[in-house]
């Protein structure tokens, strides 16, 4: 059974450091490619971050280029977050999709464009 099992979040001072880390059991996660999404209450889920395993390709939105890096090792990807603001407050998301076999994040990196999700994990930033 594949799972995903988010951990991590918490509630820290703006311009603190947080590592979310994603946990993947029932399938081998270097073959496929891993996104970290959000969402905030009221907003949209919105990609933040996505490594492919194919093709060396890794996507950073741009609010997340320079303060956060995803990274994986063997079964488990992690999302380490820097200069947190008050707006990154969210419900964090590691995702992945073992259907599709291109490992790759450049063919798409929207909700609809991963089959399996975690949980989630609440980060809340407060000035």
């Known amino acids: 059974q594949v799972q995903l099992v988010e951990s991590g979040g918490d509630s820290v001072q703006s311009g603190g450091s947080l590592r979310l880390s994603c946990s993947a059991s029932?399938?081998?996660?270097?073959?496929?490619?891993i996104a970290w999404f959000r969402q905030a209450p009221g907003e949209e889920r919105e990609a933040v971050s996505c490594?492919?395993?194919?093709?060396?390709y890794t996507y950073y939105s741009p609010s997340a280029k320079g303060r956060f890096t995803i990274s994986r090792d063997k079964n488990m990807a992690y999302l380490d977050m820097s200069s947190l603001k008050p707006e990154d407050t969210a419900v964090y998301y590691c995702a992945t999709d073992t259907w599709d076999h291109t490992g790759s994040c450049l063919y798409g990196m929207t909700v609809r464009d991963f089959a399996q999700w975690g949980q989630g994990t609440q980060v809340t930033v407060f000035s």
């Open positions: 490594m492919s395993s194919s093709d060396g």
């Open positions: 029932g399938f081998t996660l270097s073959r496929y490619k």
